[in-house]
């Protein structure tokens, strides 16, 4: 049965599989993860997240607010993917992730991994907008940070102008992928 497998999986990796399978196969959709606010230092960035069930239209239906995933979180920075996964249980949560310089971007849902939206604050995408010119962010991340984006204006959680400013920081894009999300 499917909760053999869950545990087997659980057992040879120490991470809570079950749990984690359980809130994307028994209930419909997936979540946007929305960094409500962040503190950079020089050595990491202090992130607080919140989770709710994504509707591309941005719509609110029955039981919203009580649909919670277990959410796998990987975050990347100019120095790569983080080794370390956070699983958000809860509403909400507080991770720090190190950075190797002051100034550095972090993007959640590294390469992509995972079905899930994520929405940023302004200060956010300031700093991701440099990892995207430079090139220091990978392709499948610069898509997703882009299509994350474009998803969350769609929806009325983020504004127009937001998109706009990130679209400026593609212009020297080189990557047939990316190109093809811009």
């Known amino acids: 049965e499917t909760h053999h497998l869950w545990n087997a999986w659980a057992e040879a990796s120490g991470l809570p599989i079950s749990d984690m399978m359980n809130s ?3 209930q419909m959709g997936f979540p946007l993860l929305t960094v409500k606010s962040s503190k950079f230092s020089a050595t990491s960035a202090t992130l ?3 989770q709710e069930w994504f509707l591309a239209d941005g719509s609110k239906a029955a039981g919203d607010e009580d649909k919670v995933w277990c959410i796998p979180i990987l975050a990347a920075t100019s120095s790569g993917t983080q080794n370390d996964v956070f699983m958000m249980r809860e509403k909400n949560m507080t991770i720090t992730v190190p950075l190797a310089k002051a100034g550095d971007w972090v993007k959640l849902n590294a390469g992509q991994q995972c079905p899930f939206r994520v929405g940023y604050n302004s200060e956010m995408i300031e700093l991701m907008a440099k990892g995207i010119q430079d090139k220091t962010m990978d392709a499948s991340d610069r898509v997703g940070v882009l ?3 474009y998803a969350l204006v769609k929806a009325g959680k983020l504004g127009a102008g937001e998109l706009i400013k990130l679209l400026n920081s593609y212009t020297k894009e080189t990557e047939g992928t990316v190109w093809e999300a811009i």
Do not use: R
Request: hydrophobic fraction near 45%; avoid cysteine.
């Open 24 to 26: 994307w196969t028994e």
């Open 48 to 50: 607080e997240l919140a």
């Open 147 to 149: 299509l994350d984006s």
